[in-house]
């Protein structure tokens, strides 16, 4: 039906003639000569008719609406000059439509303009998600998609020999992780099946079968709160291979990532990517995903004042907590007192991230501290100059306190890192910072259920030198972060039943639990099970941040929305009693189907 594409037209083809294929977009009537652009997925051209020129395209042209699919016949021509469009890679060329067929119009209302144009509420782009992916923006987003997967693809099989397998869909639920969703059987009634969180189980298998190296690109589900950077389905590039190292595992992964910045972006990284421990990590950063694209780092102080005279930095010591300095360069000219007291945005700030408020020190010229209320009291010149020393603070530079359980600390002083990095401009937009956060905690122990459970899943193996110690072992865990966020995380997995099972028995599981979920994993161990690791990255999240957007719903084709709604197709929704029947399930609150609530109400 085309013998060219939209965009593809180039002076090449002038006094060509040729037949495309579009939607209709920026219909113009200039007192009788009627010009549109003509739109496919690689752009757009200018399409003119008029009843002297074109005289079998003006009646047709004369009855067009926005977004009709049309099929035109012209020849290629040069505009006339001073009418070219710069902003258009063809806009120096025309098209006279010889022939012009309306092969479907619109026939209602357009809900908006896929061409962009006044802003779209989000819902409104999601209920009609087929005229968002027809923009420019979610078009390109859905094609360097596929051009991050096909390098993936190219790089693992070619140049690494890696083995593409596909693991089920339908699997037996092990509830360890996220809430599963879950699928009743027909045939086994009152059993169920639940969606895979991770292929984790059936990688780790095929590596007892000798498969070496595996990958998938793979649909995973969890039924959890939402977020920017999540769905409740979402794509993963599941990575495993025996005989390997941690070395090795980091080397390979720095290789592919390398590969595909180059292969997208244009971008050359160097290899090796910095390392962090999980310890340096929280404590320069408050967090195990560090942006280390600007250099504001927290400062421990809190042996400095574990014996302070001001009861919030002592109190917060002798419970076990922390007190720790985030210094802000040049922040007394930036920072007003306004903002860090009660009622200030940092101060609210903070606090909603969990801690319970914020203290600050102004270093003035002389390096004298400029206090306020008890800090000013009971600082003794001693903690003074050590506070100076730890944190290398000059004259002009602000030092913004945290103090409380470590959790919190961290957590609201990270939040406020972050924050400031943005506002102070200390963030360069197009760097890119990746490093592999390493030496996890092995499990961490869950105060409310009064239990240990896995940092990362209980199948991470445990470092060799801390086998004796298992509640305070470091993991054989790495994760991958980039400008902040993790794009995956991987371990050395546990391949002797002994080993797993000392696992099991620490986040409580009993024999006849872990065996009854884990059986069939345990057995496979004993039948020559090989060292094996690997490593899962968010393709998603990946996408996202290669293509600069702030949510994985702009590089998804039909993402839910953050309740985990399809305003699309209007899922969740009721299904019919005889289905029910046939599936042996009964609602607890029967109720007609007319009386359930629509998705979007």
């Given at each position: ?52 020129r ?7 042209a ?32 025309e ?7 309306v ?42 998609r ?18 593409e397998?596909?693991?089920p ?67 993963q ?88 300095i985030?210094?802000?360069p ?56 050590a ?46 910072s ?74 409580g599981?009993s ?15 004993e ?61 607890a ?13």
């Amino acid at each position: 039906m085309r013998s060219h594409w939209c965009g593809q037209i180039s002076s090449a083809e002038v006094g060509q003639a040729v037949q495309l294929c579009g939607w209709v977009e920026y219909y113009r009537d200039h007192g009788g000569v009627i010009f549109f652009d003509l739109r496919d997925y690689t752009g757009r051209v200018q399409i003119v008719s008029d009843p002297e020129r074109t005289p079998a395209s003006y009646p047709v042209a004369q009855q067009l609406r926005l977004e009709s699919v049309v099929q035109i016949a012209g020849t290629v021509s040069q505009r006339p000059t001073g009418s070219e469009n710069p902003r258009l890679p063809t806009g120096a060329l025309e098209i006279y439509a010889t022939e012009l067929v309306v092969l479907n119009p619109v026939t209602r209302p357009l809900p908006f303009l896929p061409s962009g144009g006044d802003p779209v509420r989000e819902e409104l782009r999601l209920k009609y998600r087929y005229l968002t992916i027809r923009g420019d923006k979610l078009q390109q987003n859905l094609r360097l998609r596929h051009q991050v997967v096909q390098s993936i693809r190219r790089y693992l099989e070619d140049r690494l020999g890696f083995l593409e397998v596909e693991t089920p869909m339908l699997t037996r639920s092990t509830p360890e992780g996220a809430r599963d969703y879950l699928v009743p059987s027909r045939i086994y009634p009152g059993q169920w099946y639940a969606l895979p969180q991770s292929p984790q189980l059936f990688k780790q298998l095929l590596m007892v079968g000798g498969c070496d190296r595996y990958y998938q690109i793979v649909r995973c589900f969890r039924d959890e709160d939402l977020r920017a950077d999540r769905q409740p389905e979402f794509t993963q590039l599941d990575v495993e291979l025996s005989f390997t190292s941690i070395p090795e595992m980091l080397r390979i992964n720095e290789e592919l990532v390398c590969h595909v910045f180059y292969k997208i972006k244009g971008i050359e990284l160097t290899a090796p990517f910095p390392r962090l421990t999980y310890q340096q990590a929280m404590e320069w950063y408050g967090t195990d995903r560090p942006d280390t694209r600007f250099d504001l780092k927290l400062v421990n102080v809190s042996d400095v004042l574990a014996d302070s005279g001001f009861r919030v930095f002592r109190e917060a010591v002798q419970n076990g907590g922390l007190v720790k300095i985030l210094p802000v360069p040049g922040g007394n000219e930036k920072i007003s007192n306004v903002r860090i007291k009660p009622g200030g945005d940092l101060f609210k700030l903070v606090t909603e991230a969990g801690g319970k408020g914020l203290a600050y020190i102004r270093v003035r010229e002389g390096f004298e501290l400029d206090t306020i209320g008890a800090i000013k009291e009971h600082l003794t010149e001693a903690q003074k100059q050590a506070i100076l020393e730890r944190t290398h603070a000059q004259p002009g530079d602000l030092l913004l306190f945290g103090a409380g359980p470590a959790h919190l600390v961290n957590k609201s002083l990270d939040h406020l890192r972050q924050y400031l990095g943005r506002e102070l401009d200390l963030i360069d937009p197009q760097a890119v910072s990746l490093l592999w956060v390493v030496d996890f905690p092995l499990v961490e122990w869950n105060p409310e259920q009064q239990r240990y459970e896995a940092l990362h899943h209980p199948f991470t193996a445990p470092h060799p030198d801390d086998l004796g110690h298992l509640e305070t072992a470091r993991a054989l865990a790495y994760d991958l972060v980039w400008n902040g966020t993790e794009i995956g995380g991987g371990s050395l997995r546990n391949y002797q039943r002994s080993t797993q099972e000392k696992i099991f028995n620490l986040i409580g599981l009993s024999p006849a639990e872990y065996e009854e979920k884990f059986g069939f994993l345990l057995e496979a161990l004993e039948y020559g099970a090989p060292p094996h690791g690997g490593i899962a990255y968010g393709l998603d999240r990946w996408v996202m941040l290669l293509a600069g957007e702030d949510s994985i719903r702009e590089v998804m084709a039909f993402p839910k929305t953050q309740q985990a709604r399809d305003l699309l197709t209007d899922a969740p929704a009721a299904v019919l009693p005889e289905q029910l029947k046939e599936l042996h399930v009964r609602m607890a609150s029967p109720r007609k189907l007319s009386e359930l609530p629509k998705p979007h109400e």
